[in-house]
C-alpha cells in the first residue's frame, strides 16, 4: 500500500516538493493522520475486515474459528485498536487466531488442518521469516488449495486465485479517484475542493470457490458481485436448440404440405 510513501512525504518530505499538491492512493484508512498538510489530499482505502467477516458469517451461518492469516507481525496498537473496532461485533461470536510472520510451509500445512465451522481471512504474504518475498495473490491461490475451509479476502486482486469473496479493496476504482482528483488541480481546482476520499468497495463472491464448499446461493446478499459463474444450459445452447426447432417446424410444414398434394 501507499502508507510507506505518505509517511516518507510527512516526516521527510523533499525541498523541491515544498508546496507541490500530494495526491496518495490507497493508504489504509486508519493509517491515515486526522491532520494532514494542506498540500495533501487523496484516496484512502477502506479495508473492511468487519464487512468480510459478515459476508463469512452470512454465508456459513455455523462459522466458529476465523484465522487472520497476514505475513507482517500486527503490532499490539493495531490488534487493540484497529481490529478490537473492526472485529467488535463478532468477537463473542467467534474464535479468532492470529497467523502473522509463519514461513509459507507451516501456513500451508496450518490451513490443511482447520478444524469444522472454520474459516480463513487472507490479509496480504509479502515476505516470509527468511526474507524471501512473494506476490500475495499467488499465496493466496496456494492457501485457497491446501485450506479445508473457505478463504475470504479483502482486495480485489486476490478475487479468482481461490478465494471464496469479501467486501473488497477494488485498486482500479481508487486509481480512477486519484486521476480525477489530479486532473482537477491540474486544471486549477483548490485542494480544498479534494477532501480525502475513502475507496468505494464491492462485495465479491467467486462462483467456483462458493460451490466448491457448497455454499447456499439464497444466502448471498442482494448486492453481491458473482463472478465466474457458468451460465446454464440455455445461456450456453441456446442457438442450437432454436435451429433445432426451426429445422422441425420446416420439415412438419413440408410434410404437411406433401400429405395434402
Known amino acids: ?106 501456513l500451508l500445512k496450518k490451513v490443511s488442518n482447520l478444524p469444522p465451522h472454520s474459516a480463513v481471512l487472507f490479509d496480504t504474504y509479502f515476505e516470509d521469516p527468511s526474507g524471501q518475498t512473494y506476490l500475495p495473490a499467488q499465496v493466496c491461490a496456494l492457501v485457497a488449495t491446501s485450506a479445508n475451509a473457505p478463504v475470504y479476502t479483502v482486495y480485489r486482486t486476490m478475487i479468482g486465485t481461490g478465494a471464496v469473496g469479501g467486501v473488497v479493496v477494488n485498486f482500479e476504482a481508487v486509481g480512477r479517484q486519484g486521476a480525477k482528483i489530479a486532473l482537477g488541480l491540474m486544471h486549477g481546482a483548490k485542494m480544498s475542493d479534494f477532501p480525502v476520499e475513502e475507496s468505494p468497495n464491492d462485495m465479491i463472491v467467486d462462483w467456483r470457490a462458493f460451490e466448491r464448499f457448497e455454499m447456499s446461493e439464497a444466502k448471498l446478499p442482494a448486492s453481491t458481485i458473482v463472478l465466474y459463474r457458468e451460465p446454464g444450459a440455455w445461456r450456453r445452447y441456446w442457438w442450437y436448440v432454436l435451429s433445432a426447432a426451426l429445422v422441425v417446424l420446416v420439415q412438419t410444414v413440408l410434410i404437411v404440405k406433401l400429405a395434402i398434394e
Not at 493509517?31 to 467477516?53: C, E, F, M, Q, R
Not at 481490529?83 to 463473542?92: A, L
Open 1 to 106: 500500500d501507499g502508507t510507506g510513501s505518505l509517511n516518507l512525504l510527512l516526516n521527510h518530505p523533499p525541498p523541491f516538493l515544498s508546496g507541490t499538491p500530494v495526491v496518495f492512493l490507497s493508504v489504509p484508512t486508519f493509517h491515515v493522520p486526522l491532520n494532514l498538510p494542506a498540500h495533501i489530499t487523496g484516496v484512502s482505502s477502506h479495508v473492511d475486515y468487519a464487512g468480510t467477516v459478515r459476508l463469512a458469517q452470512t454465508l456459513q451461518p455455523d462459522l466458529q474459528h476465523l484465522y487472520y492469516v497476514d505475513s507482517e507481525p500486527l503490532s499490539e496498537a493495531v490488534k487493540n485498536g484497529t481490529f478490537q473496532r473492526e472485529f467488535q461485533s463478532v468477537r463473542d461470536k467467534l474464535d479468532i487466531t492470529y497467523w502473522e510472520n509463519d514461513d509459507l510451509g507451516t
